[in-house]
């Protein structure tokens, strides 16, 4: 199949273009920018004009909900929201049922994925078995299998020399651990963040200091060991700080935000909406403006969707029974786009907080354009703006605090390997 996107604003943050450029493809690959390749001739061509032609997305926090949590979402129902939001690659945490600790489990996911065809699914390993925190994983066997990192998801590892060997193991294999910060007994039962409005609401508090204190431990085993951490969905302003100084040490660390957390702060709880229960609790306009000022300046390296799709049910219930999470892969773009439009920042800083620099920490050769490429391509309208209503999403799971919204950015087509699998 070869493919002629003509007309467009080609936005390629790894290899610095934005511009008005064509771009060719054939046999799954870019074959040419700007300029045709002698003798190509296209089998389609898509007109982009007004429109940005960028690298597919790189979701790095993805729950597709199998196996083990189908009356959640189906993989299928998640890959296809996937599609739908111009993401080609995701990143699945290991808290399925059962957990991603056997090869065999993971082999599984990724020929389901693979058979669907409509995005690479990218798993965490387990990092403890059962993430019970006592015993390592295997992680080498793990790796074999496909998977590109090691976590615990949510579940804190309350043994510090547990999370000690498991670090001193990954650095003599070179694999990256990712690690949520949270103090299990410092959150414990909370459900908000700490401060007057939880205290108003009558909701159990998060501090802080929950995320800062084991963010500080994480840091410290990362200068002792020696071993390459990923931070999963910084919350706080201090967090920002203390990521910041790790970096001018050299350490190597990196670290995510999820996007609603640089558009929502505790106020939009309002009347106990349980659309904004989630983990890490929504913090104070401070920790809002300080995310958004680290994933700007590079501090954070990537923005992700932290995708959780949740049944209805499970979020009817009161605010601190809901089960915590948000559906995000198809609100990814548009809240990438909002927040450059919103800070006033180069489009092409959005979009490699989505593409190039989240691709890097999983070590991926995706997130960008360049000539011999896997053709993994986002095509969308920049301008213009989509209502956000629960049955217009493809996710299985309708539960988001943008419902109601009208966000910028609509996905017009989706190419995988140079395969057209979504149109709007």
């Not at 706080?236 to 995510?256: C, F, M």
């Not at 991926?364 to 490429?373: M, P, S, T, V, W």
Request: a negative charge; proline letters at 5%; aromatic letters at 6%.
């Amino acid at each position: 199949m070869k493919i002629h996107i003509k007309n467009g604003r080609l936005i390629d943050p790894k290899h610095g273009i934005d511009g008005q450029h064509d771009l060719y493809i054939a046999a799954g690959k870019v074959v040419g920018i700007g300029e045709a390749p002698a003798g190509f001739v296209a089998n389609q061509s898509i007109d982009a004009s007004g429109l940005i032609v960028c690298p597919g997305l790189v979701d790095l926090s993805a729950r597709l909900r199998e196996p083990g949590y189908e009356y959640k979402a189906t993989l299928e129902s998640e890959m296809r929201a996937a599609a739908a939001g111009g993401v080609t690659s995701l990143v699945c945490p290991p808290d399925t049922e059962p957990v991603l600790d056997e090869p065999g489990l993971v082999e599984m996911l990724k020929h389901r994925a693979k058979q669907l065809n409509l995005a690479h699914v990218y798993p965490l390993g387990a990092l403890t078995r059962q993430l019970a925190g006592a015993q390592l994983t295997e992680m080498s066997e793990l790796t074999e299998a496909g998977c590109v990192g090691f976590s615990q998801a949510d579940v804190a590892i309350t043994d510090t020399l547990v999370l000690w060997r498991a670090l001193q193991y990954a650095a003599t294999f070179d694999f990256t651990v990712w690690l949520r910060p949270e103090d299990p007994y410092l959150a414990k039962s909370g459900v908000a963040h700490d401060g007057e409005i939880a205290a108003r609401l009558g909701l159990r508090g998060i501090p802080a200091a929950a995320e800062t204190l084991a963010l500080e431990i994480i840091i410290r085993l990362v200068r002792e060991t020696g071993a390459r951490v990923h931070v999963c969905r910084l919350s706080t302003a201090e967090s920002v700080s203390l990521l910041r100084q790790a970096k001018q040490q050299g350490l190597p660390i990196s670290a995510d935000v999820a996007a609603h957390y640089l558009h929502l702060t505790e106020f939009d709880i309002g009347f106990f909406d349980a659309n904004c229960h989630l983990k890490p609790p929504l913090r104070t306009q401070r920790d809002q403006q300080a995310l958004c000022a680290g994933l700007a300046d590079g501090t954070i390296d990537a923005l992700c969707s932290d995708h959780a799709p949740v049944d209805d049910d499970a979020k009817l219930l009161p605010f601190a029974e809901a089960e915590v999470g948000a559906t995000g892969l198809e609100l990814l773009l548009p809240l990438a786009v909002k927040w450059a439009q919103d800070r006033q920042l180069a489009l092409s800083t959005a979009i490699a907080s989505i593409t190039s620099r989240p691709a890097a920490i999983i070590g991926l050769d995706a997130g960008h354009l360049g000539l011999g490429a896997v053709a993994d391509v986002c095509v969308f309208d920049p301008a213009q703006y989509r209502r956000i209503e629960a049955k217009s999403l493809i996710s299985q799971g309708k539960n988001t605090p943008f419902i109601g919204m009208e966000l910028p950015g609509v996905v017009r087509y989706t190419l995988l390997q140079g395969q057209l699998v979504h149109q709007a």
